[in-house]
Structure formats: structure tokens, C-alpha cells
């Protein structure tokens, strides 16, 4: 098993930056890759960015290309996602997963993930 803590929400005003950070512990070494997801209210749950574990590949989708940026530091378990120009449509509970599948392929389905975290929120006023 693999658990999963994220940190980092809160609330802050359109066009500002937010840094979120997510810790793995427990079988880490069975991780392929890990996520970050979204979820606003009455919405579905939205893949925002992914990052392989090993390579440090990463891709993100189109809504936050250009203001968000995953990376990770492998000796501590850790991924962060600095959060720039936020808007008001970025506000969301924002979740950090992790799955172990094989390959280089970026996996945006959430379904597809087997570790969750416990979401932070993140609020953007405009």
C-alpha cells in the first residue's frame, strides 16, 4: 500500500500562485507514476497534470499549460505542483494520486490510478 498526504490549499486572489505538495510512503518503490487531479463542485473529477517517477517526464492538460508545473523529488517522496496565474476556474479540491502501470504512456483516466490522497482545496476569488 501506498499513502498518500497533500498539503498547500487555501485561498487566494485571481492571478496569484499557490504551491501544493503531496508525500508518499509506505511501498513507494511500486510506483510508476504520480498525478494530480481536480474536482470542482458538481463537476467530474479532471486530470490536471501526471509525472513518471522514473525520467521525470511530465504532461499536463491544455487548461493549465503554461501556469502549472509538476515535479518531484525522488529521495523524499515528494511531488509538488507550483500553481501560477490562478484563475477563478481553477477552484477546486485538488487531489494527488499515484499508480504503478508499467510504460511512458501519461495516464489521465482517474480510475486508472491506485492510490489516492485526501484532496486540498484551493480557492480563487476573482
Known amino acids: 500500500q501506498v499513502q498518500l498526504v497533500e498539503s498547500g490549499g487555501g485561498l487566494v486572489q485571481a492571478g496569484g500562485s499557490l504551491r501544493l505538495s503531496c508525500g508518499a510512503s509506505?511501498?513507494?518503490?511500486?510506483?510508476?507514476?504520480m498525478g494530480w487531479f481536480r474536482q470542482a463542485p458538481g463537476k467530474e473529477r479532471e486530470f490536471v497534470t501526471s509525472i513518471q517517477w522514473s525520467g521525470g517526464s511530465t504532461y499536463s492538460a491544455d487548461s493549465v499549460k503554461g501556469r502549472f508545473t509538476i515535479s518531484r523529488d525522488n529521495a523524499k517522496n515528494t511531488v509538488s505542483l507550483q500553481m501560477n496565474s490562478l484563475k477563478p476556474e481553477d477552484t477546486a479540491v485538488y487531489y494527488c494520486?499515484?499508480?504503478?502501470?508499467?510504460?511512458?504512456?501519461?495516464?489521465?483516466?482517474?480510475?486508472?490510478?491506485?492510490?489516492w490522497g485526501q484532496g486540498t482545496q484551493v480557492t480563487v476569488s476573482s
Open positions: 509506505g511501498r513507494t518503490f511500486s510506483i510508476s507514476a
Open positions: 494520486a499515484a499508480h504503478k502501470r508499467l510504460g511512458r504512456v501519461h495516464i489521465i483516466t482517474p480510475s486508472s490510478y491506485d492510490y
